[in-house]
């Protein structure tokens, strides 16, 4: 137990280190991946929390994690946008939206969220350690396998479900997913179970981003010429996503038999 209660706090200072790190190559405004990583560790930070999200400072800290993580998407979807639109060629549609980047990035660094999240991790590891002396960790194993087989539970029933929204399937898988990445040993999945559930995760992204791009179409005029290969590529991606589906659907059934 103790060492889950010393490891915790650890995985937290690597985080918060990354966050600086990508605050600064924010700065830079030539790094096409801090955005991206800011991202990632946000994430990775949420994983790490929401399975503790009973224990008040872990909840604080995780909302903090999620505001800037909602701050940050649509600017991230603006981003990945206008690298395609590079990549294919479409030089005045991605330039048209440079500037609307670099006032996102300005944003973001002056923004309140990323400030008290940074102020939010300085105090926690302090907080975590008072928690921690008080006993309220004495069952801290129990409670995070008993939330990770919550998100499990729940991800399996939306399976089932004939009218499944692909939305908040992606948004489930993902959060299983990222949970087996923070506690390997304390999740209650096969190697073949996380292999279907990133393959899973990989085809709803897919998808995601081509339905997105089709809504900033109908305003956007520039994107227009994309629109028949944007409709080609999410029909392809929601077949990819339905066959990840049936086979995660289908490995929990055998897991569970």
Not at 8 to 23: D, G, N, T
Not at 142 to 151: H, N, P, T
């Given at each position: 137990?103790?060492?889950?209660?010393?490891?915790?706090?650890?995985?937290?200072?690597?985080?918060?280190?990354?966050?600086?790190?990508?605050?600064?190559?924010?700065?830079?405004?030539?790094?096409?991946?801090?955005?991206?990583?800011?991202?990632?560790?946000?994430?990775?930070?949420?994983?790490?929390?929401?399975?503790?999200?009973?224990?008040?400072?872990?909840?604080?800290?995780?909302?903090?994690?999620?505001?800037?993580?909602?701050?940050?998407?649509?600017?991230?979807?603006?981003?990945?946008?206008?690298?395609?639109?590079?990549?294919?060629?479409?030089?005045?549609?991605?330039?048209?939206?440079?500037?609307?980047?670099?006032?996102?990035?300005?944003?973001?660094?002056?923004?309140?969220?990323?400030?008290?999240?940074?102020?939010?991790?300085?105090?926690?590891p302090q907080q975590w350690r008072q928690v921690a002396s008080s006993g309220?960790?004495?069952?801290?194993?129990?409670?995070?396998?008993?939330?990770?087989?919550?998100?499990?539970?729940?991800?399996?029933?939306?399976?089932?479900?004939?009218?499944?929204?692909?939305?908040?399937?992606?948004?489930?898988?993902?959060?299983?997913?990222?949970?087996?990445?923070?506690?390997?040993?304390?999740?209650?999945?096969?190697?073949?179970?996380?292999?279907?559930?990133?393959?899973?995760?990989?085809?709803?992204?897919?998808?995601?981003?081509?339905?997105?791009?089709?809504?900033?179409?109908?305003?956007?005029?520039?994107?227009?010429?994309?629109?028949?290969?944007?409709?080609?590529?999410?029909?392809?991606?929601?077949?990819?996503?339905?066959?990840?589906?049936?086979?995660?659907t289908a490995g929990f059934a055998r897991t569970s038999s």
């Open positions: 137990m103790q060492g889950l209660i010393d490891e915790v706090p650890r995985h937290v200072l690597r985080i918060q280190m990354r966050v600086y790190a990508c605050r600064e190559r924010l700065r830079v405004t030539t790094d096409d991946e801090a955005l991206h990583d800011l991202r990632i560790a946000l994430r990775q930070l949420r994983s790490l929390l929401r399975p503790l999200a009973s224990v008040a400072v872990c909840d604080d800290l995780q909302q903090r994690a999620a505001e800037l993580g909602r701050l940050t998407g649509p600017l991230r979807d603006l981003e990945v946008l206008q690298g395609y639109l590079q990549q294919q060629g479409l030089d005045g549609a991605a330039q048209s939206r440079q500037p609307l980047l670099q006032q996102g990035y300005l944003q973001l660094l002056d923004s309140a969220q990323l400030a008290q999240l940074l102020s939010a991790l300085d105090d926690w309220q960790l004495r069952d801290l194993h129990k409670l995070i396998r008993q939330r990770l087989r919550k998100d499990r539970k729940r991800l399996a029933q939306a399976l089932l479900d004939p009218a499944h929204d692909r939305h908040r399937l992606r948004l489930l898988v993902k959060r299983l997913r990222y949970a087996a990445e923070a506690y390997p040993p304390l999740v209650e999945l096969s190697g073949r179970t996380r292999m279907q559930l990133k393959q899973a995760q990989s085809a709803l992204g897919d998808w995601h981003d081509h339905w997105q791009w089709l809504l900033r179409a109908e305003v956007e005029a520039d994107l227009q010429p994309c629109v028949p290969a944007w409709q080609a590529a999410m029909q392809g991606a929601e077949q990819q996503a339905d066959l990840a589906l049936q086979a995660l």
